[in-house]
T-cell receptor
Framework: GENVEQHPSTLSVQEGDSAVIKCTYS??????FPWYKQELGKRPQLIID?????GEKKDQRIAVTLNKTAKHFSLHITETQPEDSAVYFC???????????FGKGTRLHILP | EAGVAQSPRYKIIEKRQSVAFWCNPI?????LYWYQQILGQGPKLLIQ????????DSQLPKDRFSAERLKGVDSTLKIQPAKLEDSAVYLC????????????FGEGSWLTVV
């Protein structure tokens, strides 16, 4: 079955700097890659997603890139702000069964 | 549009007792998921339903966990008997179920086993 690896597990960046979180997946049939943000005590919320027919997608300060050949995808947050502090999860899914498998998460700290 | 509803939000039980969680997905969503999230970890898929059929339950500890989705709408997840390591947040999620869709999570049911 699908396996999603996520790095780093913890990331601290200075406010205003960029943050990058990387994920790899194992199932070459995976074609949908969402990213979720989870604040303390709250539910995971979708922040951006990308499908396998696209190499990059951007939404304001957030961008995601996908390399199908290497089976890895990354989340980029630019001009980080204090409210970006949270745990971020990547995930991968295949169209054949809609099963969504999550990475272990990255705790992002934005330093003042 | 109403989101995914879950209850109860919080539950504390002693080990070996039983507990049941309820989930009502977003209206019209065919796929329903139950995830277990242990503190500090990512959500782990326990079971996935497509309408009222099970798509995947490979990670469900079937000796103590059971889940059903009668009539393809609401779902219940039961744990009996509970163990200390079952302490976690149980997240229900749903999606339209037509392939590569966003899943939407409920607020979660927080379980503490003492």
């Amino acid at each position: 079955g699908e396996n999603v690896e996520q790095h780093p597990s913890t990331l601290s960046v200075q406010e205003g700097d960029s943050a990058v979180i990387k994920c790899t997946y194992s199932d070459s049939a995976s074609n949908y890659f969402p990213w979720y943000k989870q604040e303390l005590g709250k539910r995971p919320q979708l922040i951006i997603d990308i499908r396998s027919n696209v190499g990059e997608k951007k939404d304001q300060r957030i961008a995601v890139t996908l390399n199908k050949t290497a089976k890895h995808f990354s989340l980029h947050i630019t001009e980080t702000q204090p409210e970006d502090s949270a745990v971020y999860f990547c995930a991968a899914s295949t169209a054949r069964d809609d099963k969504i498998i999550f990475g272990k998460g990255t705790r992002l700290h934005i330093l003042p | 549009e109403a989101g995914v509803a879950q209850s109860p939000r919080y539950k504390i039980i002693e080990k070996r007792q039983s507990v049941a969680f309820w989930c009502n997905p977003i209206s019209g969503h065919a796929t329903l998921y139950w995830y277990q999230q242990i503190l500090g970890q990512g959500p782990k898929l326990l079971i996935q339903f497509q309408n009222n059929g099970v798509v995947d339950d490979s990670q469900l500890p079937k000796d103590r966990f059971s889940a059903e989705r009668l009539k393809g709408v609401d779902s219940t997840l039961k744990i009996q008997p509970a163990k200390l390591e079952d302490s976690a947040v149980y997240l229900c999620a749903s999606s339209p179920g037509t392939g590569g869709n966003t899943i939407y999570f409920g607020e979660g049911s927080w379980l503490t086993v003492v």
